[in-house]
């Protein structure tokens, strides 16, 4: 479906940025899996989730299980970059995690919001230079209120105007809506 959408142009234009974003269990995962399944044989799948705890730990290995072997299975918290994915289909699940990692490490040295966007930009700049089509999965997480904790706002502050950064370069950017893609942009 998503590949007629698209058309030809999308099979000899291997440099693209898609970004899936949506609320949580909206089906962003599952539609950013199909998407890169049928844009390759055998895409690159970036987790970027720190494993906190043994469920989350159990429930890392579930994931990985039902994607199966197809799939090349990388775990990076912070340094996307460090990977060479030139002329790979590459699902990046997900920027909220990403952000978190980048997050916590700046608690420790008491960075500004500002900072800490600026080397989220960069890095992510770095790591999209590269020949290849990244999808990226991301949560609208400003989309429920204000928090009244400042810890909160500042996080999500920080995610909204990342999100924002990613949907300006995104060639193709989809909400999803309990299940449905939602089509935003799209750029041929």
Not at 76 to 90: A, I, N, P, Q, T
Not at 149 to 157: H, I, K, P, S
Request: charged letters at 25%; a negative charge; one cysteine or more.
């Amino acid at each position: 479906m998503f590949r007629i959408a698209l058309g030809f142009h999308y099979l000899c234009n291997m440099k693209r940025i898609i970004l899936i974003t949506g609320g949580q269990r909206s089906g962003k995962s599952s539609h950013a899996e199909e998407m890169a399944l049928q844009l390759s044989d055998h895409p690159v799948y970036i987790a970027t989730a720190k494993v906190w705890d043994e469920e989350f730990r159990e429930r890392v290995e579930r994931h990985r299980c039902r994607r199966g072997p197809c799939w090349t299975n990388i775990e990076e918290e912070r340094y996307l970059s460090r990977h060479d994915v030139s002329g790979r289909v590459v699902l990046i699940d997900c920027v909220t995690l990403w952000l978190t990692n980048f997050f916590f490490a700046s608690r420790e040295k008491e960075v500004s919001t500002d900072e800490l966007l600026a080397e989220a930009k960069e890095e992510f700049d770095r790591f999209t230079s590269q020949d290849a089509t990244f999808i990226f999965v991301t949560n609208e997480i400003g989309s429920g209120g204000v928090s009244d904790n400042a810890l909160q706002r500042r996080f999500t502050d920080l995610q909204g105007w990342m999100n924002q950064y990613i949907a300006s370069r995104a060639d193709t950017v989809v909400l999803m809506v309990s299940g449905i893609p939602v089509n935003i942009k799209s750029r041929l």
